[in-house]
């Protein structure tokens, strides 16, 4: 499925509707160049679990947990893994087996890891449809 977003906010926005209809155990896949809006889109998906405090990249500790919603929420951002294994030292297993949302940054990077059955989602940018214009499209996985 494709969506065009041509703001923050359109990015935000479909976010959102992902964490309203997330279910327990869903696991999103982000993949993004720098600045396409993966943390937006990451932001607009806590605020739709109910999430209310502030979201942000963990960058420097690989994952984010958040519990004030209607389901647990782990953000996840592997942009500085060096190897796959420095994610089972952390419990990677643990979290996306559980109960609860988990949503992962640079996904890509840890391929062998992720799950067979999970939600991506790849934004892309096109300058020429305009600065502030991504493409946002979503698989579901399950293989």
């Known amino acids: 499925m494709k969506t065009e977003s041509f703001s923050a906010e359109d990015t935000y926005a479909y976010g959102k509707e992902c964490g309203l209809a997330a279910v327990p155990g869903q696991v999103f896949c ?3 160049d720098l ?3 993966k943390t937006v889109f ?5 605020a739709g679990l109910g999430i209310r405090e502030p979201v942000s990249s963990p960058t420097f500790t690989i994952v984010q947990t958040y ?17 796959p294994e420095e994610m089972m030292e952390i419990g990677f297993d643990d979290y996306i ?8 940054e640079w996904a890509g990077l840890i391929d062998e890891l992720l799950p067979e059955k999970r939600t991506e989602i790849i934004i892309e940018k096109d300058l020429d449809r305009g600065f502030d ?5 979503r698989k579901e996985i399950d293989q």
Do not use: K, N, W
């Open 35 to 37: 600045g396409t809006g």
């Open 30 to 32: 982000l993949y993004g």
């Open 133 to 137: 214009y991504r493409l946002i499209t």
């Open 67 to 83: 519990e004030d919603g209607r389901l647990p929420f782990f953000h996840f951002d592997v942009y500085r893994i060096s190897d």
């Open 97 to 104: 087996e559980g109960e609860g949302v988990c949503l992962i």
């Open 42 to 46: 990451t932001q607009g998906l806590a």
